[in-house]
């Protein structure tokens, strides 16, 4: 869990920056290893976050 909210805090600046093609590569990964406890705030926050950046247009590395 530690990990997964060290990777939304980096997620968010790269997004910032405007990195959002890192920050998907950096967030998917590490959400992907939860199969259950969708319910809690971290993992809530990392599915808003991927939805957010699935929504943006991809940007150029």
Request: aromatic share 6%.
């Amino acid at each position: 869990m530690w990990e997964l909210r060290a990777a939304c805090d980096l997620a968010q600046i790269l997004l910032d920056l405007g990195r959002q093609a890192e920050a998907r590569d950096l967030l998917a990964p590490i959400h992907g290893w939860f199969t259950e406890g969708f319910d809690v705030n971290d993992l809530q926050r990392a599915k808003a976050l991927l939805e957010s950046l699935s929504r943006r247009a991809p940007s150029t590395r």
